[in-house]
C-alpha cells in the first residue's frame, strides 16, 4: 500500500483531519483524555499508595540486568503526579511532533504545509470574506466539497487558484490543498453557514418541556425558541447528558426570529 501514490495521499488527509486543528489526535484533545482519565482514577491511586507505597521502601535493586543497584522510592501519590504531568507536559507533545516526522520521512504525510483558513467554518454574515494562506505555493480551493486534486495529481477542474478573499454567498464546503511543483499538500476543509448568526445563550432558550406525562411515557418534549433578533444556527447545538439529539443531522438546522422547535 506504501507502494502506491494515491493510498499516501489518502493517508496524509487523515494525518491532517486528526492531528491538526481540532481533530481527535491533536496535542490539546490527547492531554484533556489524558487528565480525564487520570482524574478518574487519582481516587484509587491514593488508596493504592496509601497501602503499598512503602511497602518496598529502602530495598535496593537493579532497573535491569546490568545496571547499578538503585534504591526504590516510596510510591507515593505526588510522585504519580508527577508522572502524569510529565506525560502530560512532555511526553503527549513529542509523541505528536514524532509522529508527524515519521509519518513524513515515511512517505506517508507531505512536507508542503496544508494552507490555513482566516475562519474555520461555522456560521457567518452574507457576502463573508474568507482568506487562505499557504507557507508556499499555490493555495487550490473548491467551494461544492470537491477535491483540488484530481486522482493522479492534476488540479481539478473545479478548483480556483487563491489570489483574492472568497466571496462567500450561499453554504459552502470549501476544501483546500496547496501546490509545490508536483507536491501537494494534505487536504483541509471548513463547512460554512452563511447569512446566519451562531446560536448562543442570549438568544437560544429552553421555553417549556413536558417530563413524564402520566398514561403517555411518549409524550415527553423540549422546547427550544430563539428569542433574538436574528436568525441563528443549530448546528452543533445538541443535548447529551440524559438526553441525545444533534440538530446538525435533524431537518431543522436554524431557526427564525421567534421560531420556535419541539424535540
Known sequence: LRANDEF???????????????????VEKAQQSWIRRANQIEKAIIAES?????????????????????????MTIDLWRAERDNVHHNYLPEAHRLAIERFQRRDLYPEVATPR?????????????????????????????????????????????????????????????????????????????VGVAAANQSNLKITEFLYHPTGDPDAEFIELQNVGPLTISLSGVQFEDGVEFDFTESQVTQLNPQQRVVV
Open 117 to 193: 483558513f482566516s475562519q474555520r467554518g461555522g456560521a457567518v454574515p452574507d457576502a463573508f470574506q474568507l482568506q487562505l494562506e499557504a507557507a508556499a505555493g499555490t493555495v487550490y480551493f473548491t467551494t461544492d466539497g470537491s477535491d483540488p486534486r484530481l486522482m493522479g495529481g492534476a488540479v481539478s477542474p473545479t478548483a480556483s487558484a487563491y489570489g483574492e478573499p472568497v466571496i462567500l454567498t450561499e453554504d459552502a464546503v470549501v476544501r483546500v490543498r496547496a501546490k509545490v511543483g508536483d507536491q501537494w499538500s494534505a487536504i483541509d476543509e471548513a463547512t460554512f453557514e
Open 8 to 26: 499516501r495521499v489518502r493517508f496524509g488527509n487523515l494525518v491532517q483531519h486528526h492531528l491538526f486543528n481540532d481533530g481527535a489526535l491533536t
Open 50 to 74: 496509601a497501602r503499598w507505597g512503602d511497602a518496598r521502601e529502602g530495598e535496593r535493586q537493579r532497573i535491569d540486568t546490568r545496571g547499578p543497584l538503585v534504591t526504590i522510592p516510596v
